[in-house]
Each structure stands twice: as C-alpha cells, then as structure tokens.
C-alpha cells in the first residue's frame, strides 16, 4: 500500500522530470504518459484496496500526527484520485493528437507541467493535514499559472493577472488562517483538528469554519467569489482549460467537503445553502448570456459548483453522500465537455456560436460526443448528472430545505437552455464559409481520446449504484470518527 | 505575546491589502511581499512563546516550538518563487503594452460597451 501511495505522488513528478529532460517529442510523450499512467493505475489498485480493506494511513518518515505528515487513503480520497488521474491522463492523450493546431499547447512545456500539476492534486487529496494541503494547492496554482500564460499571448497575460492576483489572495489567506488555527489548536493535523476544534469557543469555532470557506470558496469559484474563473479559463489551449475545468475548482470544494464536515461546522449550513443557491443561478444566467462555447461552459462549471456547495451545506449523511457522487459525476463530464469544445474549434476554427454551425450534418461523431455530457450536465436520465443531481435533490428533500430544492431544479433547466443554444449555434444550422481550421492535427487521436472519456461518464451512470454505496460510505466515515481514529491510532 | 508583533502583522497586512487593489501590478507584487510577510510573523506568533533555539540534546527546557517555523520558511520560499513569476508577468504584459496595468476583462468590456450602445438609443 506504502508503494501505491507514493507511486499517485512521485510518478507524475518523475514523468515530469524525464519529460523536461528528453530531446525528442516521442520521449517526452513517453515519459509523461508513463507518470501518469503509473499514478492513475496506482489510484485504481488503491481504491479497490481501500474498499475492502478500509482507510489506510502513511505516516511520512514514521513522524506521528502531531509533528510528522500523514497521507491519508481513506474512502472519500480514493474515490475521486483515480476519477482526477485518468481524466488528466485522458486530456494529456488529446494534448498529444492536437499539439500541432493553433489552438494546442506548446509541447515542451504543457506535457511536464500537467505532470507537476497531477503531483498537486494527487497530495491535496491524499494529505492528512492543512499545511501540505497549503503546499499542495500551492503546487497546482503555481503549475496552472504557467499553463495558462506559457504561450505569451496578449489575451492570456491580461486574464493571467487576474487569476493569478485571485488565487494568490487566497492562498496567503490561507496561510494567515493557518496561523489561526495552529495558534488556537496547537496543531494543522487534521484528524488533531476535528477533535480540538468543536472543544474551542463558538466565536473562534465559527471564525475558523467561515474563516476556510473563503479560502477554499475562492478556489472553488462560489459565488460572490468567483469573477477571475470565466475570463481566464477560456484563454487557455483548450487541453489545459479542460484540466482546470473537470480538477482545479473541484479540488478547492473537495478541500470544503473534508474540511467543514471533519470539524463539524454545521452552523454554517444555513450560510453555505444561500451561496449555493446563489452560485447556481448565477452560473446557469452567466451561461446564458454568453455566445462563446468554451464561455458558457466555463460558466456552468460555477453553476456546477453550486449543487456540490448544497450538499454539503446540508450537513446530513445524505447531503455530504450527494455532494461526492456529484463531485466523481461532475470532473469528467465537464473534461469532457471542454474536450469536445476543442474538437469543434479544431474543426470550425473558432468556438464562437455566431460563426459556426451545421457540424451535426458533417462531424455526427462529435455531436453525439457532445449531447452525451451535455445532457447529463443538465441532469437528464440515465445519464450520470441525473443520478448525481437526484441525490443532491432528494436529500435537500429529506432535510426540508424546500427552497434550495426549487432553486437546483430551476439551474438544472437554466443549464438545459443555455446546452440547447451551444447545439442550436454550433450543431444545427448552415456552415460557415470556409473557416476550416489551418492544421488539422491528429483527428484520430483527439477523437479516440474524446470517446474513451465519453464512455467513461457512461460508466458513471451505468455503474450509479455501486458508487452510491461507495459515496455513502465514504460520507459516513468522514461524519463519524472513522477517520480520526484511523490517523489517530 | 508581543504587541509589536501583532501591530507589524496588522500594519503589514493593511499596507498589502492597500497596494493589491492597485491597478499596476509592479504596486500589486509589492502588496503580496507585504501580505507573505504578515502571514510568516503570524505564524510565528501561533508558535507561542519565544525561547532557546529548539536543538535536541541541549537539555534546555522551553524551546521555542520548531513546528511554525518550519512552516513558515516553507511559505517563504513559495511567496519568493511566485514574486518572481509575477514580476515575469509584468514583464511580460511590459513587453505587450507598454505598461503593467491589469487589463479590464472581457465581461467588463462588454457590458461597457452595451451601456454605451444603450444611451446611443435612448438618446
């Protein structure tokens, strides 16, 4: 198990390494391929593992919880580890069939970075304690702020500054609220952190609690916090946008999900559902207004973030239960979603709704790729969203929380529109006059690529009853303190 | 506790928040140094009390508590790196523009752009 956990951690950072190092673009390929595939197999190996066996912990150079690092396997990581790693092995495969289009990311760079970046979200899901987690958010912002500006163009600088200003707000916030927490509990261990925390004064309690959902609601793009993400995603080389947009922000809510539920902050609940709400129907009108794809995707991503804030925001075992089943919904099919905006800018020469159309008549291959993840987007049966999207609803039912009920099956048909008008504008209709992208790249790959992450949010769906027991469970060790004692023994 | 520390971390962090909110970014990487520097001190505040440098075997009771320490130079190499990322960034944008102001975004520009449009109409 020792092997598995650091293999999810070191792999990509030795693909990373050798990729850098390698003089032909074929080695470079290998290498990166080879990290992340190792960490992505490792991921699987552990999660079968730890559902049989139970959480696992590593303890970092046999330091104990109070001074040392505990890496952490319990039910909950390992259910969205293999779910992140094979969706960045899958974007990394398309990166490879497309490098050679306008819209592509430059090879030398893009390829090791998104290893250095899988190294990021492998640790921040699989640390036990608040400063690594610090250490790792900062891995993945630092490796996403090169992603994003490498190429140098006027576009991406501009929207650089401000996701870079953003999320180095938030993160020396995050520091300064480190110092908080060490300074009233004595420690940053988390496992420490859930026992101490509910023992402190209500005022510091809450003050932490609100204190951390700032910090993680500005990564995670919750409303009122969220204006740096549908600006800057959009600049980026489609491939990369796709990884921000199926990882980053869900690695903030998934740092919420752990964090708040651990230390017990259900006074916050009632303040979490408000901003849900809001978030939601924000994102859904922001999507509606826009009249680029990769615009009103990048939207939906924070209307997304909406549903998985209601889960949690409800603080019951069927609340949190629904928030991971529609954070494992959610990273691919928004992968997805982006991918297939690649295809269409690869094929039209541009994601504009204005200037495409009629690509149903000519490419039916991506539009069926594309009304596959859409429609689960919109949470329609059988797809995946709706399973995900049923369980967020049904416990908001059970909690009595009628409103905020009303306010997801109103997003849900705000996000139905807004996918009806990417299909009006981009599918249906006459084709534009010869805007045929300059560089084809490799169709078969970028295809190939598309449909193995496609298939892959059918068997979400397909296999939606295994992977709810999964997500109860998972929920239930993190409410009870089944992870506490296993960090703690 | 001392107070001169609590006032270097107030003053440090309001100097900081102050310079972030300007529009170039030369002012905003100098904000950030100041907020890195606010947060270092507050996590040695969080350390306790001060003491004899916390060495194994020196058989002196009351050291100082390693544990932020170690924190903080960790957070001091990572804000050192991003200054310098962002200084790249100016550069860049320098390169570009000429200047090293941040730009407006796009939705900014849009809506600008409609409300002028708008009072064209009503006019």
């Known amino acids: ?489 | 506790m001392s107070v001169a520390l609590l006032v270097a971390v107030g003053g440090l962090t309001s100097v900081g928040l102050y310079l972030i909110t300007a529009r170039s970014l030369s002012r905003i990487i100098l904000g950030f140094s100041l907020l890195g520097h606010a947060a270092v001190i507050a996590l040695l505040t969080a350390g306790g009390p001060p003491g004899p440098a916390p060495i194994a075997g020196t058989g002196t009771e009351s050291t100082a508590n390693p544990v932020p320490q170690a924190l903080a130079l960790t957070a001091i190499v990572i804000s050192f790196g991003l200054a310098l990322f962002l200084l790249a960034l100016a550069g860049r944008q320098h390169q570009l523009t000429g200047d090293d102001l941040v730009e407006d975004d796009l939705e900014d520009q849009r809506v600008a752009n409609a409300s002028a449009v708008d009072s064209e109409g009503t006019r």
């Open chain 1, 1 to 489: 198990m020792n092997a598995l956990i650091a293999a999810t951690i070191i792999a990509p950072l030795l693909g990373a390494a050798l990729g850098l190092m390698a003089r032909s673009s074929l080695l470079r390929d290998g290498a990166t391929i080879a990290g992340l595939g190792t960490a992505a197999a490792a991921a699987i190996a552990l999660l079968v593992r730890v559902a049989d066996e139970g959480t696992y912990v590593v303890r970092v150079g046999g330091w104990g919880p109070e001074l040392g690092i505990a890496l952490v396997a319990d039910l909950f990581a390992m259910l969205v580890l293999p779910v992140a790693l094979v969706i960045i092995l899958v974007v990394e495969i398309f990166a490879i069939g497309q490098r050679r289009t306008a819209w592509g990311a430059n090879p030398e760079l893009a390829g090791p970075l998104l290893c250095v970046l899988t190294t990021g979200v492998s640790l921040a899901i699989l640390t036990g304690d608040l400063f690594t987690l610090f250490v790792a958010f900062e891995l993945i912002l630092v490796s996403s702020y090169v992603l994003l500006t490498h190429q140098g163009r006027r576009g991406q600088i501009r929207a650089g500054m401000t996701y870079v200003v953003m999320n180095l707000l938030s993160s020396t916030l995050f520091l300064l609220g480190l110092a908080f927490v060490y300074a009233a509990t004595g420690t940053v261990n988390m496992a420490l952190l859930a026992e101490r925390i509910p023992n402190l004064p209500s005022g510091v309690h809450l003050g932490i609690g609100a204190w951390f959902f700032i910090v993680f609601g500005t990564k995670a793009a919750i409303f009122p916090l969220f204006s740096w993400l549908p600006d800057s995603y959009p600049t980026a080389p489609t491939t990369i946008t796709a990884v921000f947009a199926g990882l980053l922000t869900k690695i903030g809510i998934y740092a919420m999900i752990r964090f708040h539920t651990i230390t017990g902050m259900d006074e916050l609940g009632s303040v979490m559902l408000i901003i849900a709400g809001a978030t939601m129907i924000i994102g859904a009108l922001g999507a509606l207004a826009q009249s680029n794809v990769k615009r009103i995707l990048s939207f939906h991503i924070i209307s997304q973030i909406g549903y998985m804030l209601m889960g949690l925001g409800l603080f019951s075992a069927a609340g949190t239960t629904g928030a991971i089943l529609f954070l494992i919904h959610h990273m691919p099919v928004k992968t997805v979603l982006f991918l297939v905006g690649g295809l269409i800018e690869n094929d039209q020469g541009t994601s504009s709704l204005d200037r495409s159309g009629g690509l149903a008549a000519r490419r039916p291959l991506i539009a069926v790729f594309f009304a596959i993840p859409a429609l689960s987007l919109a949470g329609l049966p059988p797809f995946s969203g709706f399973v995900a999207k049923f369980a967020v609803i049904s416990a908001g039912i059970s909690s009595g929380a009628t409103l905020i009920v009303i306010v997801a099956l109103l997003a849900g048909a705000l996000t139905l529109l807004s996918m009806t008008k990417i299909w009006i504008g981009v599918f249906w209709g006459t084709p534009p006059d010869a805007t045929q992208a300059n560089a084809p790249g490799n169709r078969t790959i970028m295809l190939a690529a598309t449909g193995l992450a496609v298939t892959g949010t059918l068997a979400i769906s397909l296999f939606a009853g295994t992977l709810f027991e999964l997500s109860e469970r998972a929920a239930d060790d993190l409410r009870s303190s089944a992870y506490v004692e296993a960090v703690t023994k």
